[in-house]
């Protein structure tokens, strides 16, 4: 694999250690990286986000 992009969810915090530990299995920092809590996956404002990671996906 050339490049990675890593995404997860959270409900209260967690979303950094696990994003590092991504990048700690694979042996590679992602192109991109986000994290999206509960809270704006429930009210949809997680949308924005998602345009801004797939913006950051090179191929």
């Known amino acids: 694999i ?5 995404f997860c ?8 250690t696990t994003l590092k530990q991504m990048e700690e299995l694979v042996g590679k ?5 986000m994290s999206f809590k509960e ?4 009210d949809g ?12 996906i090179t191929i």
Do not use: C, H, M, Q
């Open 45 to 56: 404002s997680y949308l924005t986000g998602i345009g801004n990671f797939i913006d950051g």
């Open 9 to 16: 969810t959270f409900k209260n915090s967690g979303d950094d």
């Open 2 to 6: 050339e490049n990675v992009a890593f």
């Open 29 to 33: 920092k992602p192109v991109v990286a």
């Open 39 to 42: 809270g704006i996956i429930k």
